[in-house]
């Protein structure tokens, strides 16, 4: 992609003092600088991707003396990547100072306090090379937030071993963190020239804010271990923790939490077997807490700076939720460790068991209450999965090593209850939905039977049939979850060479391509570039295609017809390196020196028809799943490099 | 070593009190309900709040848009698909601008049942200002429930504040036609009351002539053509507002023009208006001006230029122009309006050659440079009537009205080849109906 770069600067000081044999100080100091030149609006209609793809072709970019061109519909692409700034620095440091105190040999205080300070300053100019600079004499912004993040932490320790058999460790300990976060943001456009791309040159400041926000946490923890030979494992988990996002009422949340291992090769009876090398059997149970939810949720509150006419303005922004709570998801865990042929082959399989009470959800209200919905415990929901992991080093010599590991995951999810049992629908450009009974995100919407032959339209499943196409007829079409997912990967090394190869796949999952909404279209007067396949589209009575006519009634509809098959096989990694012969190096006082070429995504195998299937353009929300709108795709590096050690 | 052990222990208690440290402020922009309006400063911020509420994009952009996009006036030639729908006059429940409108007129609502809900508890407000303020909350709600009736039908009433999300309080049904303009109404005159001769504001808060010129505008639409000519003339003579020579100047983003009777806004230091860049052929153009509304302005009808644009045959509405700060206003009614109300009310309470309807109607056409109609061109009712229609598409294009003028005088069906009656009527977004289980809370026929 034209117009992207990034450069990195970090440092890193530990001190550790040994004040006497009791008291130990110990300073960690870490500090990091980057800067990061992006191109404006990923994700957006504004950005590069999005008019590349959508501008028609007959729109060119520069004209005879070499000035950018913009015409129709979309911007140039080329103008916006390569003349606009968008620079994001970054600083982050992070600072500890800790000491443990060993009151008894047995027994040992710790406490640590230390702050996370990072710092994001964006700065943005649209000059007016650009479509939208130029309708504003230029467009520049700056913005700042600030997170700092105070810690600390006290743990009492308690260790003993008794009869080289029995090994207790018993501890207790409070943590506390308060994270307080800081922005402000400004906009001004009308520039006197291109080359004054700071706010401070503006003519006009459209906006400028800033606010900030504060959240803590505060835990109440122990933890009880015990280990006979090393063959039996038993550890008990307590903990209370308290957020001041969860209502004063519920504000503390009890965690309890145990597990048991068990090392069944040390047994007696398994000494007489000579199959497995190793093997280990793993039960769990534990409970565990999710407050993320916005803050101060709980609260009725007005919000501000809905102003009018140069006059301040408040708004009631929020209605009260005394009731929230915790969302608690209750863990069940059985796994098996097993090693083979001498320690050459290891196999690890776990099965779980999860389930989410109280989740924590935005429940949308009706419209007519004035609010668009408020933070509730609305339901259950349950995970159930298998995880299967094998290693094996095939083999093992001093001059070659060579070994393959794989593993395969299935998750399967599925909403129990929702409150009143209300599914919440139409979430995002994808139509995501939330539904009891279904997994999460689930793609809820009209189903394309396909293309009528005789009209060229694209026919849907009446559900009710009540020969009309109406929103009571969506049904659930798809599901972003995969069927499972893994990978598979290699390393062998012969002679100073390594090669390395890393892959990943996905099974199962549907994806809903947005951009082929836009098109595929193929609506008339629309100003969409329009993708190959309409080539195919129907033309006349009995041409039998999936491709729709041009104008067609359900062409620019959120349907089936826009969801693929998402699965795919993609080679994430390969690496080759060569390490020089120590004999050789020695001699110009070097310890190592290695040389390598390495490709990410160098192949991906899919039948989805977009740019990549492993992306979504909503980053990590777990409602908002598998929809590609005209996301960036991962992309394709290599990289060559080497390794110089003195 | 002693002291040593005894911090430990300290420390070790300290945290253990820890608990308020977990009362945070709420975030910094934010301020707890029971505190916000507790005197004279908070009531002022929280009307401003109201207002502010009517900047919705859905309510100076979308509703605008619609209201000229599912008539003859603009078509839909852009990206937005549910513009499209629109546009052919059979959008989904689940139209994103079928349910932002929906959504943002009842957002006002309640910001404005929040204050008229708390007007008698707050500390030095005097009775005027306290009258005035229950005015323009009822003003506002009025235009609020006016808007939603005319697109959606009858709609569910809500007179009071929502406090919280329990079923009793969320669930609520649909009220009639006819029992949603009653409540405007009543609104509306209780108003008028509380603002008898208070006379005229800055026309850009809801002032008295604003309230009369809405009771003429609701008249016009129940048909009660005496009321109607009554408030609409009350507008025209006792307020000193003229038809202004310059008709482009109505459209100034940065001077109010003395035709304005009451506007939304914007300046450029606050939220933004983008129109101009959904409708102008030099922004993003998503709806585009119709050949037909090109047509229908003569050559010298200074009219022509400032509301339909021609880019090479792009045509496009012409009247919000702000691209570069995005302050155009929304104009919700001006005094050309009331002309053209008292010439069809005049008209609707009988035909007569010599009535004062030609002369409200040739005001405005005189304004245009447009030669008066006479009563040989306009020769009955039924031709004075056209004739005034006509002139209300090219006076009033882009301003909210043309769908809700070709509805009200039954002219859509035929006008925009619309076959089934049941289109008429916008559906109840899905959402409301997916969240709100009242059993009145029924979806509109064909949706």
């Given at each position: 992609m034209i117009g992207t770069d990034y450069r990195r600067y970090s440092g890193r000081l530990n001190l550790d003092h040994k004040v006497n044999d009791r008291l130990n100080i110990d300073t960690r100091l870490s500090i990091s600088f980057s800067e990061n030149n992006r191109v404006p609006g990923d994700q957006s209609i504004n950005g590069v991707l999005p008019n590349a793809i959508s501008k028609p072709p007959i729109h060119p970019i520069y004209d005879e003396n070499g000035n950018f061109v913009e015409q129709g519909f979309w911007d140039n692409p080329v103008a916006n990547g390569t003349e606009a700034d968008n620079v994001a620095q970054s600083f982050r440091t992070l600072f500890n100072v800790g000491w443990d105190y060993r009151i008894a040999d047995n027994l040992k205080f710790r406490n640590q306090v230390g702050v996370d300070y990072s710092h994001l300053m964006e700065r943005r100019y649209e000059p007016t090379t650009t479509r939208r600079g130029a309708q504003s004499g230029g467009i520049g912004i700056n913005a700042n937030s600030r997170v700092t993040k105070f810690i600390q932490n006290s743990t009492l320790e308690y260790n003993k071993y008794i009869n080289d058999q029995h090994d207790i460790t018993a501890l207790v300990g409070s943590s506390f963190e308060l994270i307080s976060d800081r922005f402000d943001f400004m906009r001004g456009n009308n520039f006197p020239s291109n080359d004054l791309?700071?706010?401070?040159?503006?003519?006009?400041?459209?906006?400028?804010?800033?606010?900030?926000?504060?959240y803590a946490i505060n835990s109440y923890f122990g933890r009880f271990m015990y280990s006979f030979e090393d063959k039996y494992i038993l550890t008990f988990?307590?903990?209370?923790?308290?957020?001041?996002?969860?209502?004063?009422?519920?504000r503390y949340q009890l965690l309890p939490g145990v597990s048991v291992g068990w090392r069944l090769i040390e047994e007696g009876f398994m000494q007489s077997q000579s199959i497995f090398n190793d093997l280990k059997l793993r039960l769990g149970y534990g409970k565990l807490g999710n407050d993320k939810i916005g803050r101060g949720r709980f609260l009725a509150l007005y919000g501000s700076g809905n102003n009018y006419f140069g006059s301040p303005g408040i708004i009631p922004s929020q209605i009260p939720n005394p009731n929230l709570k915790w969302e608690v998801t209750t863990n069940y865990n059985a796994g098996l460790d097993m090693a083979f042929l001498g320690g050459k082959i290891n196999f690890t399989t776990d099965a779980y068991y999860n389930i989410t009470t109280d989740l924590l959800q935005f429940r949308p209200l009706p419209g007519t209450s004035g609010y668009a919905g408020y933070d509730e415990n609305i339901g259950e929901m349950e995970?159930?999965?298998?995880?299967?992991?094998?290693?094996?080093?095939?083999?093992?010599?001093?001059?070659?090593?060579?070994?393959?590991?794989?593993?395969?995951?299935?998750?399967?999810?599925?909403?129990?209850?929702?409150?009143?049992?209300?599914?919440?629908?139409?979430?995002?450009r994808g139509s995501n939905a939330v539904i009891e009974g279904e997994p999460l995100g689930v793609f809820y919407m009209f189903e394309s039977l396909g293309v009528d032959p005789s009209t060229g339209e694209l026919v849907m499943d009446d559900v009710n049939s009540d020969g009309d196409i109406t929103d009571a007829d969506r049904q659930l079409v798809g599901d972003p979850n995969p069927d499972f997912t893994g990978g598979i990967s290699t390393n062998l090394n012969v002679k100073g060479f390594d090669l390395s190869i890393v892959s990943q796949f996905s099974y199962g999952n549907d994806i809903f391509n947005g951009t082929r909404q836009y098109t595929e279209n193929m609506t008339l007067g629309s100003n969409d570039n329009q993708s190959t396949r309409i080539m195919r589209r129907w033309r006349e009575p009995g041409d039998l295609t999936n491709v729709p006519k041009i104008n067609g009634r359900f062409n620019n509809e959120i349907t089936s017809h826009y969801i693929e098959d998402g699965s795919f096989f993609r080679l994430r990694n390969i690496t080759l390196?060569?390490?020089?012969?120590?004999?050789?190096?020695?001699?110009?006082?070097?310890t190592k020196v290695r040389v390598y070429a390495s490709a990410q995504n160098l192949l991906t195998l899919t039948a989805y028809s977009g740019m990549d299937p492993d992306v979504n353009y909503s980053g990590s929300d777990a409602t908002r799943k598998g929809t590609d709108f005209f996301t960036f795709p991962v992309p394709r590096m290599y990289t060559a490099g080497i390794n110089i050690s003195f | 070593m002693k002291n040593l052990t005894n911090i430990v222990i300290y420390s070790f208690i300290i945290s253990l009190f820890s608990c308020e440290i977990l009362d945070v402020e709420p975030p910094f922009d934010r301020v707890l309900a029971e505190n916000a309006i507790s005197d004279k400063r908070g009531l002022d911020a929280?009307?401003?709040?109201?207002?502010?509420?009517?900047?919705?994009?859905?309510?100076?952009?979308?509703?605008?848009?619609?209201?000229?996009?599912?008539?003859?006036?603009?078509?839909?030639?852009?990206?937005?698909?549910?513009?499209?729908?629109?546009?052919?006059?059979?959008?989904?429940?689940?139209?994103?601008?079928?349910?932002?409108?929906?959504?943002?007129?009842?957002?006002?609502?309640?910001?404005?049942?929040?204050?008229?809900?708390?007007?008698?508890t707050i500390e030095g407000v005097s009775e005027a200002e306290a009258n005035r303020a229950e005015a323009e909350m009822r003003t506002i709600r009025a235009i609020c429930y006016f808007n939603l009736v005319r697109m959606y039908g009858g709609v569910p009433l809500r007179e009071t504040a929502v406090s919280?999300?329990?079923e009793q309080e969320i669930f609520i049904g649909r009220a009639s036609e006819t029992d949603t303009y009653a409540f405007i109404q009543n609104d509306l005159e209780v108003s008028e009351n509380l603002l008898e001769a208070a006379g005229r504001g800055n026309s850009v808060r809801i002032d008295e002539p604003t309230v009369k010129a809405l009771l003429a505008r609701l008249h016009l639409y129940r048909q009660?053509?005496?009321?109607?000519?009554?408030?609409?003339?009350?507008?025209i003579n006792e307020f000193g507002y003229e038809l202004v020579e310059d008709y482009s100047s109505i459209f100034d983003e940065t001077n109010i023009s003395n035709e304005i009777i009451f506007q939304i806004d914007f300046l450029n230091d606050d939220d933004v208006n983008t129109i101009a860049r959904w409708l102008l052929a030099s922004g993003r153009y998503e709806a585009a001006a119709t050949e037909d509304v090109?047509?229908?302005?003569?050559?010298?009808?200074?009219?022509?230029?400032?509301?339909?644009?021609?880019?090479?045959?792009?045509?496009?509405?012409?009247?919000?122009?702000?691209?570069?700060?995005?302050?155009?206003?929304?104009?919700?009614?001006?005094?050309?309006?009331?002309y053209l109300i008292a010439a069809e009310a005049i008209n609707e309470q009988g035909y007569d050659a010599n009535s004062e309807a030609f002369d409200f109607l040739n005001e405005v056409r005189d304004r245009a440079e447009l030669s008066g109609i006479t009563n040989l061109e306009a020769t009955d009712q039924a031709s004075l009537r056209e004739e005034i229609a006509l002139e209300r598409r090219k006076e009033l294009a882009f301003e909210g009205h043309r769908w809700h003028d070709l509805v009200r005088t039954n002219q859509a069906q035929t006008e925009l080849e619309i076959d089934n009656p049941n289109k008429l009527l916008f559906p109840i977004p899905q959402s409301e109906i997916d969240t709100n289980k009242h059993p009145e809370m029924t979806q509109n026929d064909d949706y």
């Open positions: 791309r700071y706010v401070a040159s503006a003519g006009n400041i459209e906006t400028a804010s800033a606010s900030g926000s504060e988990n307590l903990r209370a923790d308290g957020s001041s996002n969860i209502a004063p009422d519920n995970n159930r999965g298998l995880e299967f992991a094998l290693k094996a080093n095939i083999i093992s010599s001093d001059d070659l090593q060579w070994s393959v590991s794989g593993n395969l995951s299935m998750n399967r999810n599925k909403i129990l209850s929702l409150y009143n049992g209300q599914p919440i629908t139409n979430i995002g390196g060569y390490t020089l012969p120590t004999d050789f190096i020695s001699k110009y006082k070097l | 929280a009307i401003n709040g109201v207002y502010d509420g009517m900047q919705s994009g859905a309510i100076v952009l979308d509703y605008l848009v619609i209201s000229d996009l599912a008539a003859d006036n603009l078509e839909a030639v852009g990206s937005k698909i549910d513009y499209i729908t629109i546009n052919n006059n059979d959008p989904f429940s689940t139209n994103i601008y079928v349910e932002a409108v929906w959504n943002a007129h009842y957002d006002v609502i309640n910001r404005a049942n929040n204050i008229l809900g708390n007007i008698g919280g999300a329990s009660n053509w005496t009321d109607a000519e009554a408030y609409a003339k009350s507008v090109y047509n229908i302005y003569d050559n010298q009808d200074l009219r022509a230029a400032v509301s339909v644009g021609n880019a090479g045959g792009d045509f496009f509405c012409n009247k919000y122009t702000g691209l570069q700060n995005d302050v155009d206003n929304l104009i919700v009614t001006r005094l050309s309006e009331m």
